[in-house]
């Protein structure tokens, strides 16, 4: 009678396993599952570059901001939206190597229906940007948070004191698939 019993518990408990146990959730304070992180290693900059999907960088502005600036970076460009009706695409350099990095070139081609002659003049200042120049390294902070470091840093600070606004902002932040 042992035995009977042994080989049914064995085989009892031979049932009950599975092989690829699902892991439950348990449901946060609010109600809602809690999002897995199925990413063992942090993000490189390169990550949030592709000519298939857009990731869209923005600058924290005012309410009154008269500019709304976004950045995509596809492969070969770093595609700059002033605002909905200017769009100006800048080619850019990724390093993968000792750094992860994307430069900006001040080369560009722009689809813009708003005055933006300040970009190509020195604004009272010596120092400023020209065709084919490094305008800038782009450096990722963590997943959601990208520093700018600018090499022309004095005329960046006159175009936004100018036009009274972030044109060229320090940082830019991911912008969640719910945003705008």
């Given at each position: 009678?042992?035995?009977?019993?042994?080989?049914f518990l064995i085989v009892f408990l031979i049932s009950c396993k599975k092989e690829n146990p699902v892991e439950k959730s348990q449901p946060k304070a609010n109600g809602n599952l809690p999002e897995r992180n199925t990413e063992s290693k942090p993000k490189r900059i390169g990550d949030y570059m592709s000519d298939n999907k857009d990731y869209f960088w923005a600058a924290k502005q005012r309410d009154t901001a008269k500019y709304w600036v976004r950045v995509v970076f596809q492969k070969e460009f770093a595609v700059y939206q002033f605002h909905g009706q200017c769009l100006y695409w800048f080619f850019t350099n990724h390093y993968h190597t000792g750094t992860d990095k994307i430069e900006l070139l001040w080369t560009y081609k722009t689809d813009c229906l708003l005055d933006m002659k300040f970009l190509r003049n020195s604004n009272g200042v010596?120092?400023?940007?020209?065709?084919?120049?490094?305008?800038?390294?782009?450096?990722?902070?963590?997943?959601?948070?990208?520093?700018?470091?600018?090499k022309f840093s004095e005329w960046v600070k006159k175009i936004n004191e100018t036009e009274k606004d972030s044109i060229f902002p320090h940082y830019l932040y991911l912008e969640s698939k719910d945003s705008p």
């Amino acid at each position: 009678m042992k035995k009977i019993a042994i080989s049914f518990l064995i085989v009892f408990l031979i049932s009950c396993k599975k092989e690829n146990p699902v892991e439950k959730s348990q449901p946060k304070a609010n109600g809602n599952l809690p999002e897995r992180n199925t990413e063992s290693k942090p993000k490189r900059i390169g990550d949030y570059m592709s000519d298939n999907k857009d990731y869209f960088w923005a600058a924290k502005q005012r309410d009154t901001a008269k500019y709304w600036v976004r950045v995509v970076f596809q492969k070969e460009f770093a595609v700059y939206q002033f605002h909905g009706q200017c769009l100006y695409w800048f080619f850019t350099n990724h390093y993968h190597t000792g750094t992860d990095k994307i430069e900006l070139l001040w080369t560009y081609k722009t689809d813009c229906l708003l005055d933006m002659k300040f970009l190509r003049n020195s604004n009272g200042v010596k120092k400023y940007p020209k065709n084919g120049d490094s305008f800038c390294e782009y450096s990722l902070v963590n997943d959601s948070v990208i520093k700018v470091n600018y090499k022309f840093s004095e005329w960046v600070k006159k175009i936004n004191e100018t036009e009274k606004d972030s044109i060229f902002p320090h940082y830019l932040y991911l912008e969640s698939k719910d945003s705008p």
